[in-house]
């Protein structure tokens, strides 16, 4: 499942990413059309991260509900909160995280081109993503997230330009796509890798299922 352009390298973060390379004539019409079609799955996407929101208010408080709604829905400040306090990091808050991602995930393959069949809610399609249950007592700092978010902002500064790049290959395979029915691979393997990078930033200073610093790279 891996896109393979980049090689597998030595040290294998804990998030691991892969979409499979579609091989074949991809759709036309629905690539020339990807964002009208998508609408309907990214609805359902903003409703994820709206019950999120509605679901932490009523029981929370205003902070609580600010931060547990960021990012789509994706626990945080909440984690954040049992990891300092508590040294726990609740089995059911992982499982929504990890499966919340991996929809995400795969609506971002979608509208990136990546992949012509519709994103589902539940299969996991092309789209490859885990990251290990985390031992909040023995495998996490409590302190570190706290300033997890600060200690990634040298990634935000690559990520900017290189989703700047990324938009650019998806502007350049669609045309490809519409002509040749092909998505060009050095396109696909890098806009796949700058989903990596940008899930392992997540997986560390967001979802804080690891202590280990994300790498400067885009290859597994």
């Known amino acids: 499942m891996e896109s393979g352009a980049y090689g597998s390298g030595g040290d294998q973060y ?3 990413f892969s979409v499979e390379y579609p091989d074949r004539d ?22 994820l991260g709206g019950a999120e929101w509605s679901s932490w208010s009523d029981g929370n408080g205003g902070n609580g509900a600010t931060m547990a709604a960021g990012g789509g829905g994706v626990l945080f400040f909440p984690a954040l909160l049992m990891i300092v306090f508590r040294q726990k990091y609740p089995r059911w808050w992982y499982d929504w995280n990890l499966e919340l991602l991996r929809f995400e995930n795969r609506v971002f393959v979608f509208l990136g081109l990546l992949d012509d069949k519709y994103p589902s809610t539940d299969e996991h399609q092309s789209v490859s993503l885990d990251f290990p249950y985390p031992d909040a007592k023995q495998g996490l700092n409590r302190w570190l997230p706290l300033v997890k978010w600060f200690l990634a902002i040298p990634h935000y500064i690559v990520l900017i330009f290189l989703g700047l790049a990324a938009i650019v290959c998806v502007i350049i395979a669609w045309f490809a796509i519409l002509f040749t029915g092909r998505y060009p691979k050095g396109l696909f393997d890098f806009i796949v890798g700058v989903m990596r990078w940008a899930n392992r930033v997540t997986a560390y200073a967001f979802v804080l299922v690891t202590d280990k610093y994300p790498p400067f790279r885009l290859s597994p």
């Open 14 to 16: 804990p998030l691991q």
């Open 26 to 47: 991809l759709n036309r019409l629905t690539t020339a059309f990807r964002i009208i079609v998508a609408i309907p799955i990214l609805i359902v996407l903003g409703a």
